[in-house]
């Protein structure tokens, strides 16, 4: 079983919206969920954590148009990308830690993730 699935990828025009969905087969009390997205021959990027006891964190080139939450009802993870841009244009993938929480004291590595969804498209273009 996959452990993490996400939708809500597609193409939209620049201004326009889009949410993604993570949904995740693992539990635990504490754990650090996080969207990365990775764009043709670029390294794969933090875009935002989030965790149940500390605050969410998000890369600056999305903070105010992007906000991540969680349905802890049904075990979903969101990411509302608002006003997104052309170099918002990437493969966004969800990610999950269990068993502590995000640090949001420094950026977080991709290597520090254990579970991973296969990804969604998102295409930004006019």
């Known amino acids: 079983q996959v452990p993490l699935v996400e939708s809500g990828g597609g193409s939209v025009q620049p201004g326009g919206p889009l949410r993604l969905s993570c949904v995740a087969f693992g539990y635990a009390s504490r754990y650090c969920m996080g969207w990365f997205r990775q764009a043709p021959d670029k390294e794969r990027e933090l875009v935002s954590t989030l965790s149940s006891d500390v605050p969410t964190s998000y890369a600056d080139s999305v903070k105010v148009r992007f906000t991540i939450s969680r349905d802890n009802a049904k075990n979903t993870l969101y990411l509302q990308m608002d006003n997104l841009k052309t170099e918002d244009t990437a493969m966004y993938y969800c990610?999950?830690?269990?068993?502590?929480?995000?640090?949001?004291?420094?950026?977080?590595?991709?290597?520090?993730?254990?579970?991973w969804g296969q990804g969604t498209q998102v295409t930004v273009s006019s």
């Open positions: 990610a999950a830690l269990y068993g502590v929480w995000c640090r949001f004291d420094r950026v977080m590595a991709v290597t520090e993730f254990t579970d």
